[in-house]
């Protein structure tokens, strides 16, 4: 489990940026990632994998490992860490593989 | 359609392509650059414009000087697209070759294509693959991201952390987690008994070097601070939806203790994903197990016309970057006829002196925290591939079968094959192929990386905008397989 330090805090609770996570509502701190977003409240793990449905979380926090993959108003596999939170944003974890349409 | 051009395209805002523009720039060079964050620093200097660690003292002096980077930058006219991610190098063969290349990249979800006469890549280093058991479970991250999380957003582990892996980072961010009030639990060393001896023929270098003074004031205050456990073999990750304990055997001994959140790392290894892809010559590095682009003192490649500069053609380090970068930059310079030769060399000569002063002491570094064979050679169902979730013995049998290079295993195993691209598997997989063949990884050699080399939507691929030239070779194909 992640925690914010003071400054970090203070600037989240001033002008939080306000996300729905899996239908919880979030409130983040302007400039953070999604990624760090998910940390920040209380989530390590963002998906299910698609080989072994097991529960992943961010690893690499700098775009290459590709174990951020979440739902990101409705589009899939966007690099959590890689975007920013955006007022209203929906994000949702990613369950195993996707179904062909 | 409008293309963006310029002369030269820099690929990386880190120390490497931030100096190398400010110089290229200033230069009369028209340049453009690149990078993947939302703001510039690269991963040393992440968030250095946005931190909300305001305290200086918590990430420290080092971390700072990325700052001083920022202004030459700025004033220099060179042109900065941020949150952009390149995803393909090609020479162009039409209209004119002389025109150097074709660069796709994406921002926001929207490809483009620019063209540059000349390319330096600055895309850095990432955190070594760690493949222990349990590695994948959520609450295990790397030291590096965990310094990202501190930088970028201010986030520091709030209940009973472990460090583990080996070298100076492990020090660094319980260094800076104790500048910021945060005590982690313990510290696990992984390097085994007897590093120190194989260091000691570049001792002297080290104690001459600035890494000595500041590091062993930064070592002394966090061992009178946080347990350390050294010589540690066997580490495990357990837990079953999440992590629960960490593992490990330490003269003989095995020892468990219970934790919320484990930090890896075992040292830095070069990007090298766009390198390759662009059909640049490696080399395996065999002091630092790793590979790394052919280059020569400028960084220039085996390709003309393509640069690297910074870690990404070779790990030593932030500073090291730096001028590397200038370097880079003051060859393009010549190479694309802004200064010429002499011009050059003059302007280098304080560089490659501030460059020796750099990577003095690294050599010692190098061979202290080499990343020790048993976490680099996992064994049994210890995941190796992280996106496809194929394991160390499936690797190791698959040889067994008959399948003797890494291409082939993707055929086998798809290993390498999932979104990462190979970044978090491909030295594994090369390396355990090597020792179950018992040969020398170099025979093994790497994936065949092509582009895109980061993955993308045929949306996205859709969006970009069409040639005339374009349209006319898909119309030619189709009346050729109408015929």
């Not at chain 1, 729905?20 to 990632?33: E, I, K």
């Not at chain 2, 192929?433 to 065949?448: K, L, Q, S, T």
Request: charged letters at 20%; a positive charge; hydrophobic letters at 40%.
């Amino acid at each position: 489990m992640f925690k914010r330090l003071a400054e970090a805090e203070r600037q989240a609770a001033g002008a939080p940026v306000r996300i729905t996570v899996d239908g919880h509502a979030v409130a983040c701190r302007a400039g953070d990632s999604v990624a760090a977003a998910l940390f920040a409240s209380g989530r390590d793990a963002c998906r299910d994998t698609v080989v072994g449905e097991v529960p992943r979380g961010p690893y690499c926090m700098m775009g290459v490992c590709y174990d951020c993959l979440v739902t990101i108003d409705g589009r899939p596999n966007r690099q959590a860490c890689m975007t920013q939170v955006a007022e209203g944003m929906n994000v949702e974890r990613q369950r195993g593989a996707r179904e062909v349409q | 359609m409008r293309v963006t051009q310029c002369e030269l395209l820099i690929v990386g805002a880190g120390p490497a392509g931030l100096s190398a523009a400010a110089v290229a720039a200033a230069l009369g060079v028209d340049t453009l650059l690149l990078d993947e964050q939302q703001a510039p620093g690269g991963q040393i200097y992440r968030a250095i414009t946005t931190t909300p660690v305001t305290d200086k003292r918590i990430l420290g002096e080092d971390y700072w000087h990325g700052a001083s980077l920022l202004e030459p930058f700025k004033a220099s006219g060179a042109r900065h697209e941020p949150g952009a991610t390149v995803w393909s190098i090609s020479r162009m063969t039409a209209p004119d070759p002389e025109e150097g290349f074709e660069v796709g990249y994406s921002v926001g979800g929207e490809a483009r294509l620019l063209h540059a006469r000349h390319i330096l890549l600055a895309t850095g280093a990432q955190e070594r693959p760690f493949p222990i058991p349990g590695w994948t479970l959520p609450g295990v991250v790397t030291a590096g991201a965990a310094q990202i999380l501190l930088k970028s957003a201010g986030l520091v582990p709030g209940e009973r952390t472990v460090l583990a892996g080996c070298g100076p980072l492990l020090y660094l961010i319980a260094w800076q987690y104790l500048n910021a009030g945060v005590k982690i639990d313990r510290i696990l060393e992984t390097t085994p008994p007897g590093r120190l001896q194989k260091a000691l023929p570049h001792v002297f270098d080290f104690l001459r070097s600035p890494y000595f003074g500041k590091g062993m004031k930064l070592v002394r205050e966090v061992k009178a601070a946080i347990p350390i456990v050294k010589g540690v073999k066997g580490l495990k990750a357990l837990g079953q939806d999440k992590l629960e304990s960490v593992q490990y055997t330490v003269d003989g001994r095995t020892e468990m203790m219970a934790a919320d959140q484990l930090m890896l790392h075992q040292g830095v290894v070069p990007n090298v994903n766009l390198s390759r892809a662009a059909g640049v010559e490696h080399d395996w590095n065999p002091a630092m197990d790793c590979w790394q682009p052919k280059v020569d003192a400028w960084g220039a490649t085996s390709l003309p016309g393509i640069g690297i500069a910074g870690d990404g053609a070779g790990i030593a380090g932030a500073r090291a970057a730096e001028y590397r970068g200038l370097l880079a930059a003051l060859n393009a310079a010549c190479v694309l006829g802004h200064i010429d030769a002499a011009r050059r060399d003059q302007d280098a000569r304080p560089y490659w002196k501030a460059l020796e002063r750099a990577v003095r002491g690294r050599a010692f570094f190098d061979a202290l925290y080499k990343a020790p064979d048993e976490y680099r050679r996992p064994t049994g169902d210890t995941i190796v591939c992280r996106c496809e979730e194929v394991t160390a013995d499936q690797v190791r049998q698959t040889v067994a079968l008959g399948c003797s290079g890494p291409n082939q295993m993707k055929a086998f195993l798809r290993c390498g094959m999932g979104p990462c691209q190979g970044r978090f598997c491909g030295l594994t997989v090369s390396e355990l192929i090597a020792e179950e063949r018992g040969v020398p990884v170099p025979e093994i050699g790497y994936y065949r990386l092509r582009f895109p080399t980061k993955p993308l939507t045929l949306g996205e691929l859709a969006s970009l905008p069409q040639t005339e030239d374009s349209r006319q070779a898909v119309i030619r194909m189709k009346k050729r397989g109408g015929a």
